[in-house]
């Protein structure tokens, strides 16, 4: 009779949660995450305990530890490392750097960019010519450019709504500054932050040398927006003044790390696959509170406010915590060249990487028929004054996964504030709202859950073959 007995209390509890209405599970899921969350606690201890994890370093290691323990604590039902060969490049001392005129010393604020060299010993001090787009340095040609540092001063467009379309439109500068400068024999680079306001922070992140010859490759460096304002100014009435700068960065052999992922295995279709994630690594500068421990530890809480919320997931839902997103996205290329070779089905992923701020909706990479499929749930998401679903977008650790009948997607955050932090000493955990970070968690959530219960809108030709 006992047994009866609990046969009868399971079956009854499994109906009253497939009665509920989708505006039900979404509300249980936001309250859940506000009055019980626990991305919060999880960024404290990776901001404030472990701190900056980049690529190849002890603290990204430190971090690869931290989140599979918390993840084995889940009760779900796979915890794995996946091993993936990372860059290692170490900034070393902190960077210095002045300029003199007959009238004045001035300091500056300054930092190497990941994956560039250290200057000589003693540093590297030259004229400066300032350009505005890496472009013009080839319009200027080796007469100009020789023997001088070149100031790459491009600002973010302030009229773009859109911020990260501001940071695209600048984000070449950095990257292919000093490629650029080295071939018309510069002997460095300095490029503007990209940041949205005025301030004494350098933000740092990724450039590259292309196919240069390693003897041929320059130091090149970033400096705050204010100290470019103060250069720029100053040259206008010393065009001839020097600038001096001093690195000591250096950029190892490739070692070992891991993406982390866990999983709650489908109940009816485990085949079918629905991942969440971030990326584990940051600059080394702050503490990477927002780009991206904010994503990693809403990816984490995905899977465990379905758990809360009594969801058996019918799909696969994996949280995957990329390493290596920031100088190389050798993570994301390894989990979705070993997802091929084991014929993995992602139908739906979701990337969280543009900061802990309030969440304002999703862009999705896919095909008319999902969009229009995810279009019906938009008013689902009304009460919590998520409107942004647009078509074109995703996340960099999540596009590796697309393909041609399946959804990959991006929270989209409000982003007026996000590269105020971006790749800078500010990027730390005092700058996270517990609660816009929570609210995030159940966006996702919420997103997940839909996908999960309704999958996605199959091409015509998948159509027939299931027919």
């Not at 999880?42 to 002890?58: A, E, H, P, V």
């Not at 103060?230 to 040259?235: D, G, I, M, Q, R």
């Not at 009304?382 to 942004?388: A, G, L």
Request: charged letters at 25%; a negative charge.
């Amino acid at each position: 009779m006992r047994i009866i007995k609990y046969f009868f209390i399971f079956l009854i509890s499994g109906l009253l949660s497939y009665a509920q209405t989708d505006e039900e599970v979404v509300k249980t899921i936001y309250n859940t995450s506000l009055t019980n969350g626990k991305s919060y606690e999880w960024l404290d201890y990776l901001s404030n305990t472990i701190g900056g994890r980049l690529s190849g370093s002890t603290n990204a290691q430190l971090a690869v530890d931290y989140t599979k323990s918390e993840l084995e604590k889940l009760g779900l039902d796979k915890v794995w490392l996946q091993p993936v060969m990372v860059p290692k490049w170490v900034r070393g001392e902190k960077e210095m750097a002045y300029f003199q005129t007959e009238e004045s010393f001035e300091r500056i604020n300054i930092c190497a960019l990941g994956g560039s060299i250290a200057t000589p010993e003693g540093g590297a001090e030259a004229e400066v010519i300032e350009v505005s787009t890496y472009k013009d340095i080839a319009t200027l040609g080796e007469e100009k450019v020789r023997g001088k540092i070149v100031f790459i001063n491009r600002a973010l467009q302030p009229e773009l709504i859109n911020t990260f379309e501001a940071y695209g439109g600048c984000s070449s500068e950095r990257y292919r500054g000093a490629q650029e400068a080295a071939k018309y024999g510069a002997v460095g680079t300095i490029v503007r932050s990209l940041s949205s306001r005025q301030d004494d922070y350098p933000h740092t992140g990724s450039m590259s040398y292309g196919d240069l010859p390693v003897e041929n490759r320059i130091p090149s460096a970033a400096i705050s927006t204010n100290d470019a304002a103060k250069l720029s100014e100053a040259l206008k009435k010393h065009p001839n003044l020097k600038f001096h700068f001093e690195q000591s960065c250096q950029q190892f052999d490739d070692v070992v790390s891991y993406n982390v992922i866990g999983e709650i295995t489908g109940s009816q279709f485990p085949d079918e696959y629905i991942l969440v994630g971030g990326h584990l690594d940051s600059w080394d500068l702050g503490d990477g509170a927002h780009d991206d421990g904010a994503g990693v530890v809403q990816s984490m809480d995905v899977l465990r406010l379905l758990k809360e919320s009594g969801i058996k997931p019918k799909r696969s839902i994996r949280v995957v915590l990329f390493m290596n997103e920031e100088n190389g996205l050798r993570g994301a290329r390894k989990y979705a060249e070993v997802a091929k070779e084991k014929g993995e089905n992602h139908i739906f992923a979701l990337e969280s990487d543009a900061g802990g701020f309030t969440p304002r909706g999703f862009s999705f990479n896919t095909n008319e028929a999902n969009f229009n499929q995810v279009l019906k749930w938009k008013s689902l998401f009304k009460p919590y004054y998520i409107h942004y679903f647009e078509l074109g977008g995703s996340g960099a650790d999540v596009r590796p996964l697309q393909s041609e009948g399946n959804v990959v997607a991006g929270l989209r955050p409000d982003s007026q504030r996000y590269f105020d932090h971006h790749h800078a000493a500010n990027d730390t955990f005092e700058h996270v709202n517990k609660r816009e970070l929570e609210l995030g968690a159940a966006t996702m959530t919420s997103l997940v859950y839909l996908y999960d219960k309704y999958g996605v809108n199959p091409l015509p030709e998948q159509k027939k073959i299931k027919d």
